[in-house]
């Protein structure tokens, strides 16, 4: 397959009402915020949304969640492992084309391919002076031609917290009563439009691999993005997409700069959108599913 041919500029605009977008752990899961009040979605979690309805579709995802796994591997080695020979991993080169190659996330987002040797899995005790010298194993860094922003919202938002009951009874203590309850809280953010952007490098596509296809693909995925996404801090129809955007530039440099493009399109907080002209760049509009 040939590699991406043009530059292509996306963003997307989408809808939680009654949810949780992205809970931040470092703050009792409550809906991540920034200073000025504004709700945000970190690129990880989109990535982690996007790589989840890859694997609806179909395809080969090397970073999977442990609640969304297709195979048994263990850990990220342990798929690589499964997938890719010894001596293919042993040549930078052919490792880095692998792994592309197999991996449609590897391809488009990149990924660090950072492993300790065979010989540092050895008990520290068990190693000679010679092998400890220079046993720094490897480390292969793919760098993607998807980059992803943040989603942040148009208006400050304000969480609403409840407070739940995290247990009922569920193990006996030694006198034969039941275990207390335990109680714990839960967050939402009642309403808020979001957007988030995107882009498509056609020179750093060349190195991976990542084809028109590959792009297609994202964008197929990109207006279903929180379909089978659906938890209690997310009840089925909390979050929505309303609109995606797609500019394809038509030539590889682009002819536009990608600040230049997102800026083009102003959200409103309801959800509706104006777009200022650029000449010979329209985008095609895509509804959410």
């Not at 292509?8 to 977008?21: E, G, H, M, Q, W």
């Not at 992803?148 to 208006?155: L, M, N």
């Not at 304000?158 to 009922?168: D, F, G």
């Not at 399109?265 to 509009?285: A, Q, R």
Request: net charge positive; hydrophobic share 30%.
């Amino acid at each position: 397959m040939a590699t991406l041919e043009n530059k292509i500029d996306f963003a997307v605009i989408l809808r939680t009402t009654k949810a949780n977008p992205n809970g931040d752990p470092l703050n009792g899961n409550r809906p991540r915020m920034d200073y000025d009040g504004f709700g945000e979605m970190s690129d990880v979690c989109i990535k982690r949304k996007m790589r989840n309805r890859l694997l609806d579709a179909g395809y080969p995802i090397l970073v999977q969640s442990d609640d969304y796994k297709t195979d048994d591997a263990k850990s990220i080695k342990d798929r690589i492992d499964k997938a890719i020979s010894s001596e293919t991993q042993k040549d930078n080169k052919k490792f880095y084309e692998s792994v592309c190659q197999r991996w449609f996330d590897v391809r488009a987002f990149g990924q660090v391919l950072a492993f300790k040797s065979d010989k540092n899995k050895k008990k520290k005790e068990e190693k000679t002076d010679e092998e400890s010298i220079g046993d720094t194993g490897v480390s292969i860094p793919v760098r993607g031609p998807v980059s992803v922003h943040s989603a942040f919202s148009i208006e400050p938002i304000r969480p609403e917290s409840i407070q739940i009951t995290k247990s009922v009874g569920s193990e006996a203590t030694e006198s034969g009563k039941k275990s207390s309850d335990t109680m714990g809280m839960k967050h939402r953010v009642d309403k808020a439009v979001y957007v988030f952007y995107g882009s498509m490098n056609p020179q750093l596509a060349e190195k991976t691999g990542f084809s028109n296809e590959d792009a297609e693909a994202i964008k197929k995925i990109l207006p279903k993005l929180f379909e089978n996404d659906e938890s209690s801090a997310r009840p089925a129809g909390s979050m929505e997409v309303l609109k995606v955007f797609w500019w394809n530039h038509g030539c590889k440099s682009g002819k536009f700069s990608s600040a230049k493009v997102h800026r083009s399109l102003k959200v409103n907080p309801d959800g509706s959108f104006t777009l200022t002209e650029l000449t010979g760049l329209k985008p095609e509009i895509i509804d959410g599913f």
